[in-house]
């Protein structure tokens, strides 16, 4: 059981670099979610997937952006990384409902120096 | 406004004792749910109970159980019997049901980190 899993692991950038984080769920979930977390702050939500082909901002979209290409895959991508997104990034998946509980990938821990 | 609080940056229990982690929630969405997760110093997320808004009864998985006050707009996760495993970062979550903007998103508090001692 794969569930979510998300790729790199680890990752350091130079500011001003880009790079892609690879999120991949084999639940066959419908909403797909990308989070990221600082000391003392949670969880914030950056973008958030209802469905294959649909995304919308969460609470700190700017910097970020998304793309869903198919039910499975959900990435997250920084065209032009800054000091400030240092953090921990978290994929989840869920199926659609109130009530149903979001999986979660193992993280990225990203620097950016 | 956060739609999820947790005031609790830290809390201290001993092994075998109770312990209450609050969680205050904002939202005028009669249809809602609510989330624990635990997330011990591994970083893994791991779901650990669920309450629905309309739901009459307090939640209850195992040794976890939600102490849900609808009018106060609160849902505390309580851990009867504390197990030093039980030290971690607890996180109160919210997914709203019916409002079209905030549609499905879940969205978390700041959590509480827990530590048990023996």
């Known amino acids: 059981n794969a569930g979510v899993t998300q790729t790199p692991k680890f990752q350091v950038l130079k500011t001003g670099q880009s790079m892609t984080l690879q999120c991949a769920q084999d639940?066959?979930?419908?909403?797909m979610y990308w989070y990221r977390q600082d000391p003392g702050m949670g969880l914030r939500l950056i973008y958030y997937?209802?469905?294959?082909?649909?995304?919308d901002k969460g609470e700190v979209p700017n910097g970020y952006n998304v793309s869903r290409l198919n039910k499975r895959e959900f990435s997250l991508r920084l065209e032009s990384a800054a000091p400030s997104q240092t953090s921990v990034y978290f994929c989840?998946?869920?199926?659609?409902?109130?009530?149903?509980?979001?999986?979660f990938g193992q993280g990225t821990r990203l620097t950016v120096v | 406004a956060q739609k999820i609080t947790q005031t609790q940056p830290g809390m201290f229990v001993q092994e075998k004792e109770a312990v209450t982690l609050d969680c205050t929630y904002d939202?005028?969405?009669?249809?809602?749910?609510l989330f624990w997760y635990k997330q011990p110093s591994s970083g893994e997320m791991i779901f650990l109970i669920y309450?629905?808004?309309?739901?009459?009864q307090n939640a209850t998985e195992g040794r976890y159980s939600l102490n849900f006050q609808k009018a106060r707009k609160s849902a505390n996760l309580v851990i009867s019997a504390s197990q030093l495993g039980d030290s971690a970062m607890y996180f109160c979550?919210?997914?709203?049901?019916?409002?079209?903007?905030?549609?499905?998103?879940?969205?978390f508090g700041r959590g509480t980190q827990l530590t048990v001692w023996p």
């Open positions: 979550a919210m997914r709203e049901g019916a409002r079209g903007s905030t549609l499905g998103r879940l969205y």
């Open positions: 989840a998946s869920s199926e659609t409902g109130l009530n149903t509980e979001a999986f």
């Open positions: 939202t005028s969405d009669p249809s809602y749910g």
């Open positions: 639940m066959n979930h419908n909403s």
């Open positions: 309450q629905g808004s309309y739901d009459q």
């Open positions: 997937s209802a469905s294959e082909g649909t995304t």
